[in-house]
Structures are given as structure tokens and as C-alpha cells.
């Protein structure tokens, strides 16, 4: 049974720095490209990062580009996502999810991931 699990989540003062961590079991790790989501209340899950199953290929969403860096640990089964210098508008649950891939090409759609975490909950004061 495939399970992620996300930490790091907080509250914070914006331009505050935070990673987030997730945890992956129950899967041949290395053979999944992994991405972050977010999802704040009222609107869509929204795409932020996405890694390759290399780690070679990185991507990220429009709204944290140039702020914001996806790595990942495959001997520990962990994907982070490094935030810097953020913003109310970062407020949202933050979601880890994984996608079985051997290509370098990245996904940012919420429905071509196949399993999710139950998500962290970050929150950025003004």
C-alpha cells in the first residue's frame, strides 16, 4: 500500500523560509517523478513543483518560480520542497503526490498523478 506523508507545515511571517517534507512507503521509489501541489480554501489544487524520477528534470508552477526548489532523497524515500521569501497568497495545504514515470517529462495536471498524501498545512502571515 502506497502511503506519503507530509511534514514541515507551519505558520510563518511572510518573507519567512520553510521546507516541507515527504515521506513516500510502500513503493519502488525511484521509479516515480514526485510533485508538490497546493490547495487553498475555496480554489483548485494548484500545481507548484515536480521532479523526475532521476531527479534530473525539475519543474514549477508560475506562482513560485524562482522562490521555491524540489529535491529528492531516493535512499530515504523523500521528496522536499525548499519555499523562500513567501507570501500570504502561499497559504494552502500543500500536498505531496507521485506519478510512475521513466520520461523527463513532467506532469502538472492533478489527474495524471496516481496517489496523494493527506497534506500540510502552511500558512503565511502579513
Known amino acids: 500500500q502506497v502511503q506519503l506523508v507530509e511534514s514541515g507545515g507551519g505558520l510563518v511571517q511572510a518573507g519567512a523560509s520553510l521546507r516541507l517534507s515527504c515521506t513516500a512507503s510502500?513503493?519502488?521509489?525511484?521509479?516515480?517523478?514526485m510533485a508538490w501541489f497546493r490547495q487553498a480554501p475555496g480554489k483548485e489544487r494548484e500545481f507548484v513543483a515536480a521532479?523526475?524520477?532521476?531527479?534530473?528534470?525539475?519543474l514549477y508552477g508560475d506562482s513560485v518560480k524562482g522562490r521555491s526548489s524540489i529535491s529528492r532523497e531516493d535512499a530515504k524515500k523523500m521528496v522536499y520542497l525548499q519555499m523562500s521569501s513567501l507570501k500570504p497568497e502561499d497559504t494552502a495545504v500543500y500536498f505531496c503526490?507521485?506519478?510512475?514515470?521513466?520520461?523527463?517529462?513532467?506532469?502538472?495536471?492533478?489527474?495524471?498523478?496516481?496517489?496523494w498524501g493527506q497534506g500540510t498545512q502552511v500558512t503565511v502571515s502579513s
Open positions: 510502500g513503493l519502488t521509489f525511484s521509479q516515480y517523478s
Open positions: 503526490t507521485g506519478r510512475r514515470s521513466f520520461s523527463g517529462i513532467l506532469r502538472t495536471n492533478v489527474n495524471e498523478y496516481d496517489f
Open positions: 521532479i523526475s524520477f532521476s531527479g534530473g528534470s525539475t
